[in-house]
């Protein structure tokens, strides 16, 4: 009787390693079902992206006031802190004339990829001499 029980609990060990050998090789032989992603709407979305991102710093009057202040490492951290590690953003802030205010770019790298979405954003600044500046923001995720 004895041995009858210990055949059936080896019965269920076995059983159970073919169940997880034929599982395991199911999804190491079955190639993954890749998605094939369009390129329009990555940058779509990086786009809607970068446009979040200044209008959450713009919604409090902190955009405005770091552009005024030309305080261009503070700008680029509020920046860094708000996208993943694996996007790469560069930041150019010009004036009404089109002449670039920052003397050095305002970016965490080199680009990582060729699909680079890049938005202008206009932000005017709360002071008493009303100042416009245009914002672009240019994104592109690691491949």
């Not at 059936?8 to 079902?33: D, H, M, Y």
């Not at 694996?86 to 920052?102: E, R």
């Not at 202008?120 to 995720?141: E, K, M, R």
Request: charge should be negative; hydrophobic fraction near 45%.
């Amino acid at each position: 009787m004895r041995l009858l029980r210990n055949r059936k609990g080896q019965a269920r060990v076995i059983e159970a390693f073919f169940a997880a050998t034929l599982l395991l090789s199911c999804l190491t032989l079955i190639p993954a079902q890749s998605n094939p992603q369009n390129a329009a709407a990555d940058s779509a979305n990086l786009a809607s992206r970068a446009e979040n991102i200044l209008l959450s710093l713009d919604s409090e009057g902190q955009l405005a006031k770091l552009v005024d202040q030309h305080d261009w490492a503070t700008l680029g951290d509020c920046i860094e802190s708000a996208l993943p590690l694996m996007i790469w953003f560069n930041l150019t802030v010009y004036d009404t004339n089109n002449h670039a205010l920052n003397e050095y770019p305002i970016c965490n790298g080199g680009a990582a990829s060729n699909k680079i979405a890049s938005i202008n954003y206009i932000c005017a600044s709360p002071n008493s001499n009303f100042a416009v500046y245009v914002l672009q923001l240019q994104l592109a995720a690691v491949d």
